[in-house]
Every structure is written in structure tokens, then in C-alpha cells.
């Protein structure tokens, strides 16, 4: 992992803590184990 990439994961992953957001995510087995792959994310408005 590229160090850049790992801080900028951290950081994000300390912001969405502090501000109470959670995750789902459904399907991780349909992701290859190598190689690419495009994860397009759904949103719901309220």
C-alpha cells in the first residue's frame, strides 16, 4: 500500500467516526481477489 494512500484512509476513516456515519457494504464476494474492479456507490436522499 502506498504510504499517501494509507494516511489519506486513515484520516478519512477517523472523520466518518466522528461524525457517526456507518457503512453497509453487500456483495464483497463478488469482488475479484486481483485485479481491478469499479464500485458504484447508491445513495439515498431523504
Same mark, same amino acid.
Given at each position: /500500500?502506498?504510504? *499517501? !494512500?494509507?494516511?489519506?484512509?486513515?484520516?478519512?476513516?477517523?472523520?466518518?467516526? /466522528?461524525?457517526?456515519?456507518?457503512?453497509?457494504?453487500?456483495?464483497?464476494?463478488?469482488?475479484?481477489?486481483?485485479?481491478?474492479? *469499479?464500485?458504484?456507490?447508491?445513495?439515498?436522499? !431523504?
Amino acid at each position: /500500500m502506498e504510504p *499517501v !494512500y494509507g494516511t489519506a484512509i486513515r484520516i478519512a476513516r477517523g472523520l466518518w467516526r /466522528m461524525q457517526g456515519l456507518r457503512f453497509t457494504v453487500t456483495g464483497v464476494e463478488h469482488l475479484p481477489t486481483t485485479g481491478g474492479a *469499479v464500485v458504484a456507490i447508491n445513495h439515498t436522499s !431523504y
